[in-house]
């Protein structure tokens, strides 16, 4: 729950639109979502490497 709270919150920043879960789940919003998990679990674009992989791990899963 508090994982799915993060990302709603990061999808927020990225997004005003976005106010709640239900609006995360429509398609539109998708890239917004992959950029809050990059950001959440620290993705470095140089290294192509997660420094949190089981966040995005255990996102990917939902």
């Not at 005003?16 to 429509?26: G, M, R, S, T």
């Amino acid at each position: 729950m508090r994982e799915l709270a993060k990302v709603l919150m990061e999808c927020q920043k990225l997004d005003p639109a976005i106010k709640n879960l239900f609006d995360v789940l429509q398609p539109q919003h998708f890239d917004s979502v992959v950029q809050s998990v990059k950001v959440i679990a620290r993705y470095n674009t140089q290294t192509d490497v997660f420094e949190s992989p089981t966040f995005a791990m255990n996102i990917r899963l939902l």
